[in-house]
């Protein structure tokens, strides 16, 4: 079963996940998605394996960045994918989809969780 990393290559966080992966030997897919983009389908699909919450990094400069009155239009699954869309900066890093399960962020711990290392 090969992984889905989904993230922007010169995120330092999306570049820790990529060597965990290399360094453990496993196989992974990378989809850039401020490249190759992303569909309201595969966002949707995150969205019923993890929250809206969780997806959104209200910490990092793309969400900084919004006006005030469009952080407050994001209230709801919905409205967070439009965001998404809008700005796929505003996800939180990486995103890793394997065996339908969606996993969003890095830490060594997780990953070897996630991968029974």
């Known amino acids: ?3 889905l990393l989904y993230g922007i290559p010169n995120c330092d966080t999306v570049k820790k ?3 965990w992966l290399d360094r453990n030997g496993i196989a992974y ?3 850039d998605f401020k490249k190759a ?3 309201r389908a595969q966002i949707d ?3 019923s394996d ?3 919450e969780v997806l959104v990094n209200r910490k990092g400069t793309t969400w900084r960045a919004l006006s005030d009155e469009r952080k407050a239009a994001v209230a709801d699954a919905d409205s967070a994918a439009d965001l998404m869309l809008e700005s796929p900066s505003v ?3 990486p995103v890793l989809v394997l ?3 969606t996993h969003v962020g890095f830490s060594d711990d997780a990953y070897q969780q996630i991968f029974n290392k």
């Open 1 to 3: 079963m090969t992984a």
């Open 17 to 19: 996940a990529r060597t």
């Open 29 to 31: 897919t990378f989809h």
């Open 37 to 39: 983009g992303l569909s």
């Open 45 to 47: 699909t995150w969205l």
């Open 50 to 52: 993890v929250s809206w």
């Open 91 to 93: 996800i939180k890093r």
């Open 99 to 101: 065996g339908g399960s």
